[in-house]
């Protein structure tokens, strides 16, 4: 299995988990720039939904037990110490955070070896010298299968509407994966992948029989001078002077836009401190790819005792990805979409004392031992035109399979 010898250069079994051989950098999204050749992988933590218990606070657990204690965040963060953890990679999938507020996970993952959540602990150790070439062997990716068709598509997007027009709810984000086969080494994919220009999370993260490629531009949480901060991003055009033009004159989009906004303060007014929640920035138009998109930036002081585990639950899944209300949203979303949203859509970044910045895994690709994995989706209003919205989703998803030809 190809997949499979590749990952054996990069991970070793030890008595903590799977560990990272020294030698090589972390490419993990959010990782302090100054520290990632140094980093060196001391203990991993990986949950899947047969486990049981909370996610949430058994991170948080295992975080402290190692030396990265989150359980109040407005609490200022000691001096970084070399001699001690650094930080940590935390990935969650959009169906633990689902499960994280009691709402429908949806159907099962179209890449099982994936876990839904992953917690990898890093300590400081000699710099890494540049990579050795893999021995995986060349990159080749075969044709891409659709989970659905786009008429199947286009009917998801009417049965919104039909939600929408009954009162249900107010907007849905719909999501649809197509998977391709492949064999040798997918890190040099993913790392392309990473790369794409607006990637604010570009980076990936493996463990034994998987791997994810991320090239997100968007900040679902990050914790930074003392204020929580998240920048949801919602409308969409070609990057052209018409595009913009268009995107910034749009009434549908911003009406759009301002609801998740919206759904975004009150997502963190529940863990923030009475009266600190505001709106930075308000529908800012910036580039991803050959595409413009609308980002606004809302922030707030953590609440005095707030921990890791209560803000993953304020937050996750994305409003972005989700809908509102949220809870409402992700019940139709479950009910309509035919394949799990595995990687994408959850959150994927660095944790540490002082420090949490996640990027929501938009623009996101995963590989198990013989398929890469990718999404792409849009949200969904009253004034949607179902071919348009397929249309956009093609749109989003082209620079990620682009990134991911044969090399």
């Known amino acids: 299995m190809v997949y499979r010898k590749s990952t054996e250069r990069l991970m070793v079994n030890g008595p903590d988990g799977v560990g990272t051989l020294p030698g090589l950098a972390v490419d993990v999204p959010g990782a302090p720039a100054d520290c990632r050749r140094t980093l060196v992988e001391r203990a991993r933590w990986q949950w899947r939904r047969a486990d049981g218990g909370d996610p949430a606070a058994l991170a948080e657990e295992f975080l402290a037990a ?13 001096a970084h110490d070399p001699a001690r953890s650094c930080g940590a990679a935390l990935y969650v999938s959009a169906a633990a955070g689902a499960s994280l507020i009691g709402a429908p996970v949806g159907a099962a993952n179209p890449a099982p070896a994936l876990p839904e959540v992953a917690v990898v602990v890093y ?35 009417t049965a919104v509407r039909a939600a929408i027009g009954r009162g249900d709810v107010y907007q849905v984000n719909v999501v649809g994966h197509a998977a391709a086969p492949y064999t040798g080494d997918p890190m040099p994919a993913l790392g392309r992948l990473a790369a794409l220009p607006g990637a604010r999370y570009g980076g990936t993260l493996a463990g034994e029989g998987w791997a994810i490629g991320c090239a997100s531009p968007e900040t679902l949480v990050e914790l930074a001078g003392g204020r929580l901060i998240t920048r949801p991003i919602k409308g969409t055009r070609p990057a052209t002077a018409a595009g913009r033009a268009e995107l910034l004159a749009s009434a549908k989009e911003r009406a759009e836009h301002v609801m998740i906004v919206d759904l975004e303060r009150n997502d963190l007014a529940r863990v923030a401190r009475t009266g600190s929640v505001r709106v930075d920035e308000l529908f800012a138009v910036r580039r991803w790819c ?39 949203a992700l019940g139709l979303v479950a009910a309509l979409e035919p394949v799990g949203r595995g990687a994408s859509m959850g959150a994927l970044g660095w944790v540490a004392p002082g420090r949490i910045d996640l990027g929501l895994t938009i623009r996101t690709a995963a590989v ?26 093609a749109a989003k998803a082209a620079p990620v399979r682009a990134a991911l030809t044969n090399s």
């Open 66 to 78: 190692h030396g990265l204690p989150l359980h109040d965040l407005a609490r200022p963060a000691p």
């Open 123 to 157: 300590g400081h150790g000699p710099a890494a010298p540049p990579v050795p070439a893999s021995p995986g062997g060349r990159w080749w990716r075969g044709d891409w299968a659709q989970s659905w068709t786009p008429r199947q598509h286009a009917d998801a997007v």
């Open 290 to 328: 050959d595409l413009w998109q609308a980002e606004s930036t809302v922030s707030a002081a953590p609440a005095d005792g707030l921990g890791l585990a209560d803000l993953l639950r304020a937050v996750c899944p994305g409003g972005s990805v989700t809908g509102a209300p949220k809870l409402a």
């Open 368 to 393: 198990d031992a013989d398929r890469v994995h990718v999404w792409a989706g849009g949200g969904i209003t009253w004034g949607s035109d179902p071919d348009a919205e397929v249309a956009e989703a």
